[in-house]
């Protein structure tokens, strides 16, 4: 952006940070749908997988040298169907590349502000889709890896952490709720952009074309469309500012919440970093293990009495049968997704009145107890008890993910939380490895020793309890900082003094920004997200509804 001098000093560009300095009169109750709209977007990376079994057949005659074809094969052919083993790497590399840029840049968005940031995640998400419509459209595999993969990726990294500092320095009040309710978005990405992508192939589908491309450009443009919304209406608060009426809890009040900041450059010196960064793992990796085999984990410990035909293993049914409970199954994992979007704000709301430490002991001693008697409940044959275990256990995975910020700030302080999470979320990364790892290969294991139903998961099952364990040991060792890597009073004020909000303290001075009412700019940004997110509820809940009919 080009600048204009004024009075000896450069106007800002519009994304720079000081064009967001927030106005007197500014409702802070606008900035949770500006961080919703972007994790609303990006968190279609969680429904990626609509697009695979329609990829997987998108050629109509391949050879029969396909069925040998190498990974390297797979990247170039113009000849072959891509197998979704291949398709499935955009997954991971979602994850990977999200946990990397957060790290990588997260001291960036500290410097320039939340808009720059979200601005630069829109272009990444977005172009990265349109190339992967390009590599559908040509049938080359590597321009979906680079586009939706590693561009996409990028993307998301930016996207999941530009809203994290800022909601946290607007709602010093409520960490908890602020980071949840953006965080929830991010959740409810596959819940309202899965059914969206649907309808989409479905409109442009063909008997020759399952109308991916075209649905990647339609959903390019509107998650655009929504994204450049979100950054340009983040603002952030003037420094020192505080919500009217509100004063920071005394320094004896609670020894987990700290009265100063901890540096970037230092964070990762803590032992205190080390051990949230095993906390998020381990929690993490518990979750995502069960929610990427959550269909197949249904289909076989209930099998034929999903359908009301008592005792008929998973092996017996015919074609048709397992036609019927993989939609049964289906309808399972969007309710697992449904309480993981849910957990999201739950939890990170119940943590503002139970303190973070004690909201991750609950997460930990109840998983464990669920994960334990969840071998029991499939044994017994009851659904009901199995599946309602396993809607809890996933909406403190999601709690985890929205509670974590929260944390972080309270340990470091909020002057660098956003490129602390930005490195903490390297455990986010670790996890999308680790999880599936573990719940593929034992249950892998388990069935070449001749387990089957239920008893190919109960050794899987005990290793994620024991997992649960490791980040409980970790959550009790998280003790507050100590105060040799507190930044002195100084330092804090020059690092104030170097960005506009010191500035706008200086020229609005003490003033009401948020009187804590929704007028009717904050009605009408809450009910344009608030519709999306909606339609997606139902969406799911009327899926789900054959997981209990039987």
């Known amino acids: ?169 607007w709602f010093p009040d409520r960490r908890g709720m602020a980071t949840g309710m953006a965080i929830m978005g991010f959740g409810g990405g596959a819940m309202v952009g899965s059914p969206l992508a649907s309808r989409l192939m479905a409109h442009f589908a063909t008997p020759v074309d399952p109308g991916v491309w075209q649905t990647f450009l339609c959903m390019a443009a509107i998650y655009a469309v929504f994204m450049m919304s979100g950054a340009f209406g983040y603002r952030v608060p003037p420094a020192g500012w505080r919500p009217e009426g509100w004063t920071p809890p005394a320094a004896t009040g609670n020894a987990m919440i700290t009265q100063g900041h901890v540096h970037l450059k230092n964070a990762h010196k803590t032992p205190q970093f080390w051990l949230l960064w095993l906390v998020l793992c381990m929690n993490v990796s518990a979750g995502i293990g069960i929610l990427g085999a959550a269909s197949p984990l249904l289909q076989e410990i209930f099998a034929g009495n999903l359908i009301g035909l008592p005792g008929v293993p998973f092996a017996e049914l015919n074609a048709e049968q397992k036609m019927q409970i993989a939609a049964i199954a289906a309808g399972f994992t969007s309710l697992l997704s449904l309480f993981n979007i849910a957990g999201r704000f739950f939890w990170a709301s119940a943590s503002d009145r139970f303190g973070r430490k004690n909201t991750y002991f609950i997460f930990f001693v109840l998983g464990i107890a669920l994960y334990a008697s969840a071998p029991t409940f499939a044994n017994w ?24 910020p929260a944390y972080l700030a309270d340990i470091f302080g909020t002057q660098f939380v956003g490129a602390i999470h930005g490195r903490i979320l390297t455990a986010w990364a670790t996890a999308g490895i680790l999880g599936p790892v573990v719940v593929n290969y034992i249950r892998q294991y388990q069935i070449s020793q001749g387990f089957a139903g239920a008893d190919a998961y109960t050794m899987t099952i005990y290793v994620l309890c024991g997992l649960l364990v490791v980040g409980l040991i970790a959550n009790a060792l998280v003790r507050p900082v100590n105060p040799k890597w507190l930044m002195s009073q100084e330092e804090v004020a020059a690092l104030q003094a170097q960005s506009a909000g010191a500035a706008a303290k200086v020229e609005y001075g003490s003033y009401g920004i948020d009187k804590g009412r929704f007028d009717l700019p904050a009605l009408l940004a809450w009910t344009a997200i608030g519709i999306p997110v909606v339609y997606g509820c139902w969406f799911t809940l009327v899926k789900t509804a054959a997981l209990f009919a039987n």
Not at 51 to 63: D, E
Not at 65 to 80: E, K, Y
Not at 139 to 168: D, F, K, R
């Open 1 to 169: 952006m080009s600048s204009v001098a004024t009075g000896g000093r450069a106007s800002p560009g519009l994304l720079d940070r000081e064009r967001t300095i927030a106005k007197p009169g500014f409702n802070r109750w606008l900035v949770p749908p500006a961080a919703l709209a972007i994790h609303l977007c990006i968190g279609m990376a969680y429904g990626f997988s609509v697009f695979w079994l329609p990829l997987s057949g998108a050629l109509q005659n391949t050879p029969a040298s396909c069925a040998d074809m190498s990974l390297a094969t797979a990247l170039v052919t113009t000849d072959c169907n891509w197998r979704i083993a291949d398709l499935g790497w955009i997954y991971t590399l979602f994850f990977v590349l999200l946990g990397c840029s957060a790290a990588i840049w997260g001291g960036w968005l500290e410097k320039v502000g939340p808009r720059k940031a979200g601005f630069v995640a829109a272009i990444c998400w977005c172009s990265g889709i349109a190339i992967a419509a390009i590599g559908v459209k040509t049938h080359q595999l590597w321009l979906m890896w680079l586009g939706a993969g590693v561009i996409g990726g990028i993307g998301l990294g930016l996207g999941y952490i530009s809203p994290v500092s800022t909601l946290i320095k």
């Open 381 to 404: 044959g009851n659904q009901v008890l199995f599946v309602g275990a396993f809607c809890v256990i996933l909406s403190m995975y999601g709690g985890g993910f929205s509670t974590i």
